[in-house]
């Protein structure tokens, strides 16, 4: 009786920490293969085989990439930067991982991603293996919740947009950003800056711009 006890015990106790366990999406792309993956454990970085083993994974076509809001993590593992621009540009991601998987160096492209609020970048340069995190903002920080307040009440829809150079990945160096806060036009403010066309000039949008280097 005593061992039947334990036995739904432990089955009660594994249940429920699978029920808990927070599934991550891992996006792999190499050359022209994109797989898209939920898994409920960390995969070391590059590992394609591990990840196929361990996490739920459907391949998907290039051009059958929507644009999509990832609210949770989100890793991506990366060769080239053709790829990269079709699943990031102007995509909602709120905690991004990137991981440089190839040894080619990057060219200088600008991703815009939208609501960016940490990064982690992993890559190899020069032999040396590099991790480097970024806070572009909290969304718990008083200050920015004060910022919010006074821009909900002027009825104006606050934007974040971060602007990643790709070249960063070839250098050992520390990973910078700065902001721009209250732009009214993206267009305006950074004419040179690619996609700025697309942005909406109307008044009742602010953007927060974020060079990440």
Known sequence: KHHFLLVGFLGFCLNSFVRGQKNNTLICTKENTIRNCSCSADIHDCDYNLANLMCSCKTILPYTIDRASYHSDLTIWFTD?????????????????????????????????LGLRKLQINSVVMGQFLEQNLTIYNSGDNE???????????????????????SLFNRYSLLKSYSVENVSSITDHFPSLPYSDIFSTTTNKSYVVTFIY
């Open 81 to 113: 930067t053709t790829v990269l621009g079709m699943l990031l540009n102007f995509t909602v991601v709120h905690y991004l991982k990137l991981s440089l998987c190839g040894s080619t160096p990057l060219p200088r492209e600008y991703l815009a991603i």
């Open 144 to 166: 920015m919740r004060d910022k919010l307040k006074v821009l909900h009440k002027d009825r104006q829809m606050f934007l974040y947009i971060s602007v990643l150079d790709t």
